[in-house]
């Protein structure tokens, strides 16, 4: 018909084409004790982001491109919570990436996925949906997300710090195995660029703490009624001069939330300080049967 316009909508026909467009930009990172993973180029000229473990205990990394040029590459911060490392090249050395970066507040549940990784000497490909999309997330290990993304599948062996990308040829996030068990999350653009930046700036984590030990207790009746749960943290030593301690936190206090985020184990009060130091948080208590609330700056703990 004259004066139509004829579109083009994404399809599975397209998948061939997208792998091979993005493949000539992940790299092959070669750690010791013959571990490999992929490599994704990342904002910064000539830095790569991987997974932690294939590098974990070398200062310098062997790197391989899409056409067999060979570099080596420093490892300037880790995250072990997300199994993640930052590298630096070459500038030059260091492929660009031909794909923009999508926002994870834009994800949709079973959005069709395309994960593309390098751990060998050609590209390999796994396709899914997104499984769970979900809000955020911190786990017992310290990692937080600021979105929960899980692909539908478990992928494998290998997979880990490899690309995800949409029809529409946008970089979902970068998907890893190990760390949730039995599932393949993917790592967005706000959780990265959080990350990445702390690993940038400091080589690791910057980590928050207050000083307190605690021990999971049993709620009194009408305090789990009013909380909806059975639990919280009782606080048996104090560290002289901590955090806590500056704050007003007393022995025998219980802590039930730190910014509303509830906590019920000791995994949980140090996840929920992780990526909080020296900035102010509300912790909510039980002190001699009433509710209360303390106003704490997390220290500094690398």
């Known amino acids: 018909m004259l004066g139509s316009t004829m579109t083009s909508e994404p399809s599975l026909n397209d998948l061939p084409d997208i792998a091979t467009k993005v493949g000539e930009s992940l790299v092959r990172v070669q750690g010791g004790r013959r571990r490999s993973a992929t490599g994704v180029p990342w904002r910064q000229p000539g830095s790569l982001v991987t997974a932690l473990h294939a590098v974990e205990r070398d200062d310098a990394v062997e790197v391989t491109r899409a056409d067999g040029v060979t570099f080596e590459a420093a490892v300037i911060g880790r995250d072990p919570s997300l199994d993640l490392a930052l590298l630096r090249?070459?500038?030059?050395?260091?492929?660009?990436?031909?794909l923009a970066w999508r926002s994870t507040a834009s994800l949709r549940i079973a959005e069709p996925v395309l994960s593309l990784g390098r751990p060998g000497a050609s590209v390999r490909a796994a396709f899914g949906v997104l499984g769970v999309v979900a809000g955020a997330v911190r786990f017992g290990s310290g990692g937080a997300l600021d979105r929960y993304v899980e692909i539908d599948r478990q992928l494998p062996q290998g997979f880990s710090g490899s690309l995800v990308v949409d029809l529409k040829q946008h970089v979902v996030g970068l998907a890893m195995r190990g760390v949730v068990r039995g599932a393949s999350i993917v790592l967005g653009d706000t959780t990265l660029e959080r990350v990445l930046g702390q690993l940038e700036r400091h080589g690791h984590i910057q980590r928050g703490y207050i000083g307190v030990g605690v021990h999971p207790a049993r709620l009194p009746t009408d305090h789990a009624a009013r909380l909806g749960r059975g639990r919280a943290l009782i606080v048996v030593a104090i560290e002289d001069d901590g955090p806590a301690s500056r704050a007003g936190v007393s022995l025998g206090d219980v802590i039930v939330a730190v910014d509303d985020d509830a906590v019920t184990t000791p995994l949980e009060l140090?996840?929920?300080l992780e990526d909080r130091a020296k900035q102010?948080?509300?912790?909510s208590l039980i002190r001699g049967g009433a509710p209360t609330t303390v106003e704490v700056e997390p220290g500094l703990r690398a």
Do not use: K, W
Not at 89 to 98: C, G, Q, T
Not at 280 to 283: A, F
């Open 89 to 98: 090249a070459p500038a030059d050395a260091v492929p660009s990436l031909p």
């Open 270 to 272: 140090r996840a929920a």
């Open 280 to 283: 102010r948080v509300t912790i």
